[in-house]
Structures are given as structure tokens and as C-alpha cells.
């Protein structure tokens, strides 16, 4: 039997796949890091203006190398969003997964000529600020929207618990029901077997 700490640190068998993702890029970023260390270095984008730029240096190997495994993230992701997004009722959160980790990729894509392409470095700073906050807010409005949507504005009369541990409702909102109905106090009859 495990114990609590056990599980704090290494999870259950459901989180171990993100945790080996998690600790494989901390590991490859020190590994590249520590091999291709970043410099800081001043730079002059236009000879005939006096603006010196002091910037952070690193290698386009050593820069594209992360960023080619979150896109390989990325895309491992997408595939498994797509792939899942009919699942049965209770799994219908994985279309707001697809649709999240599609915005993603295609943010990424769009970045990555913008940013490598930007002149001065205060434009690669600001390309990178916005798709961060384009990207998180998409994916904050698709994975929590719809559970707010259920909590706020499906009534309790519409939604319907029957036994077989199956759960209809007469609303097309996502997974959320679930969470409303244990949220308001509501059970899930269990299985009669």
C-alpha cells in the first residue's frame, strides 16, 4: 500500500504519464543549457541609430530544440483530443481539449516565423507576450467555460440520474453536469449490481 507522500510526489497511474513529460523537459533544458549556455550580448539593429539592444544569446539549435519537443507535446495532444472528441457524454470535455490544444498549435506556428523574423528585440519580446496571453486565455475559456456555463445556468430539474451508474441529461453541456449535481448535494445512484 502506498502512502500519502508517495502519492504527493509520484501520483497515481493516471498522472505518472504527465509527471515523465514534466521531469524529461526540466531534464533535457538543463542538459542543453548547461551544454549551449545563453550570453548576453549588446547589439546594434540599425548602424545609423543610437540603439544599442543587450539581448540573451543563445544558439537557434539550442533554442529550437525545446521548442520542437513542445510541439511534439503539442501535436501528441491535438491527435489525442481529435480522436476522442465523440466519445460518449460523459467524456464530451475532450472537444473543449481539441479545440484548445488547436489553438495552440496553430499559435505556434504563427509565432514562430513572427518571432525569428522580428528586427529589434522589444518586438520579439511583444510577439511572445501576446501569444502567451492569447494562448492561455483560449485555453482557460475552453477547459472553463463550459463547467461555469453548467453551474450557473442548467437547473437541477433538467438534469436526470438513473441507475446503471450512466447519467442522462436533458442539456448538451459538457461534463460539468457531473460537478453540479455532487456540488448542489445531488448523488449518482450506484450500479444494482
Known sequence: MRSEATEILFGNFQTQPSLFFRFSQVTFLVVTMYLVPPEARMQMPVRTERLVELSCYLPLQALLLPILYNIAIIALCAVHGFTTRKLPENFNESRYICISVLTTAFLWVVFLPAYFTAFYTYHQASILAFCLIVNAT????????????????????????????????????????????????????????
Open 138 to 193: 483560449v485555453t482557460l475559456l475552453c477547459l472553463f467555460a463550459p463547467k461555469i456555463y453548467a453551474i450557473y445556468f442548467v437547473n437541477e430539474e433538467q438534469l436526470q440520474f438513473a441507475t446503471g451508474g450512466s447519467l442522462h441529461s436533458t442539456t448538451t453541456a459538457s461534463t460539468a453536469v457531473v460537478a453540479v449535481g455532487h456540488a448542489r448535494g445531488n448523488q449518482i445512484l450506484p450500479d444494482p449490481q
